[in-house]
T-cell receptor, first 111, second 114 residues
Framework: GESVGLHLPTLSVQEGDNSIINCAYS??????FIWYKQESGKGPQFIID?????DKRQGQRVTVLLNKTVKHLSLQIAATQPGDSAVYFC??????????FGGGTRLMVKP | DAMVIQNPRYQVTQFGKPVTLSCSQT?????MYWYQQKSSQAPKLLFH???????NEADTPDNFQSRRPNTSFCFLDIRSPGLGDAAMYLC?????????????FGDGTRLSIL
């Protein structure tokens, strides 16, 4: 079946370092991917998205990389700050704009 | 300036007592979604409305129902909540059902069952 999964359930980084959160997907036909950030007690917040005709997309301090050959997605956060501490979900966009979420990675930023 | 608003943020109900959660949106989006999210898990889609067309996920319990009286509002009704229904319930919207659009989430209602 179709699935989206993450390699690491918890990532701990030092403040100021770069963070990389990884995600694998299985549906090679997927053409749109989203990263969400979810802070404690809040709903998922859109961070960045990428379409399958791109390999890389940059936002403010965040970069998403897409490797369609190995069906792998990553989120890079530059100069990680305490406010980046949250659970990060990748999501795969399916027919009808339905989302298939990955299992989530908890990012912990050490001061 | 919240765009997807869920009320209440916290809801406590008794086992078996019907409860209704509400969601409103100021985005004028055609599609509204309800998700259930349990602790340390990803959101799980319950159902969605495309305009007034209701779409139920195959594994959504019959205990869960939804209403969408107009574009802006959507309700989640749990007829007879069980202990296993304690969770965060998230509402989301998207402009339409064409692919390649992000869903915008509210901050959820955390439901507790006594």
């Amino acid at each position: 079946g179709e699935s989206v999964g993450l390699h690491l359930p918890t990532l701990s980084v030092q403040e100021g370092d770069n963070s990389i959160i990884n995600c694998a997907y299985s549906n090679s036909a997927s053409d749109y991917f989203i990263w969400y950030k979810q802070e404690s007690g809040k709903g998922p917040q859109f961070i960045i998205d990428i379409r399958s005709n791109m390999d890389k997309r940059q936002g403010q301090r965040v970069t998403v990389l897409l490797n369609k050959t190995v069906k792998h997605l990553s989120l890079q956060i530059a100069a990680t700050q305490p406010g980046d501490s949250a659970v990060y979900f990748c999501a795969e966009n399916n027919a009808g704009n339905m989302l298939t979420f990955g299992g989530g990675t908890r990012l912990m930023v050490k001061p | 300036d919240a765009m997807v608003i869920q009320n209440p943020r916290y809801q406590v109900t008794q086992f078996g007592k019907p409860v209704t959660l509400s969601c409103s949106q100021t985005l004028n989006h055609n599609v509204m979604y309800w998700y259930q999210q349990k602790s340390s898990q990803a959101p799980k889609l319950l159902f969605h409305y495309y305009d007034k067309d209701f779409n139920n996920e195959a594994d959504t319990p019959d205990n869960f129902q939804s209403r969408r009286p107009n574009t802006s509002f959507c309700f989640l009704d749990i007829r007879s909540p069980g202990l296993g229904d304690a969770a965060m319930y998230l509402c989301a919207t998207s402009r339409d059902s064409g692919g390649g659009q992000p869903q915008h989430f509210g901050d959820g209602t955390r439901l507790s069952i006594l």
